[in-house]
């Protein structure tokens, strides 16, 4: 039987899962390697970010983004990369975990997603890019 998310492990595990099957995804992967991207170093960020949104633990700081949108000038950020990361996000989760804070890890997402397309939109707008 599935448990729900109730700890820092819990994400990590669930983070680790993603980024695995995400790197070897021929939608994603590509987009990470291109971004000179390291797993070890992004792992802890992004356990910190979710322990932040998920159990109300703040221990993330940064500007998740800006980091974004200036990704997206090195390699372009499509709706197909955001559809992409949000399947196997939701995948990953339903696969290891049932509950609230489960389902909130993937409205969260959801909504962290939607909202990132429309800023990474914005600033290449005005940017002119």
Same mark, same amino acid.
């Given at each position: #039987?599935?448990? %729900?998310?109730? %700890? /820092?492990?819990d994400i990590r595990f669930?983070?680790? $899962? +993603?980024?695995? /099957?995400?790197?070897? %995804? =021929?939608?994603?992967?590509?987009? +990470?390697?291109?971004?000179? +991207?390291?797993?070890?170093?992004?792992?802890?960020?992004?356990?910190?970010? !979710?322990?932040?949104? =998920? =159990? %109300?633990?703040?221990?993330?700081?940064?500007? &998740? #983004?800006?980091?974004?949108?200036?990704?997206?000038?090195?390699?372009? =950020?499509?709706? $197909?990369?955001? $559809?992409? !990361? #949000?399947?196997? !996000?939701?995948?990953?989760?339903?696969?290891? +975990?049932?509950? &609230?804070?489960?389902? /909130?890890?993937?409205s969260r997402a959801s909504?962290?997603?939607?909202? #990132? /397309?429309?800023?990474?939109?914005?600033?290449?707008?005005t940017t002119g890019l």
């Amino acid at each position: #039987m599935k448990r %729900d998310i109730k %700890d /820092q492990e819990d994400i990590r595990f669930l983070v680790i $899962e +993603f980024y695995n /099957q995400a790197l070897a %995804d =021929l939608v994603i992967g590509p987009v +990470f390697k291109a971004a000179n +991207f390291s797993l070890e170093a992004h792992i802890p960020v992004m356990v910190k970010f !979710w322990e932040t949104i =998920l =159990l %109300d633990v703040v221990t993330y700081k940064g500007n &998740p #983004m800006l980091k974004h949108i200036a990704l997206n000038q090195e390699v372009p =950020l499509k709706g $197909e990369h955001f $559809e992409r !990361w #949000m399947k196997i !996000w939701e995948e990953t989760i339903r696969t290891h +975990f049932e509950g &609230p804070v489960a389902d /909130q890890a993937i409205s969260r997402a959801s909504s962290i997603g939607q909202l #990132m /397309q429309y800023k990474i939109k914005q600033a290449t707008n005005t940017t002119g890019l």
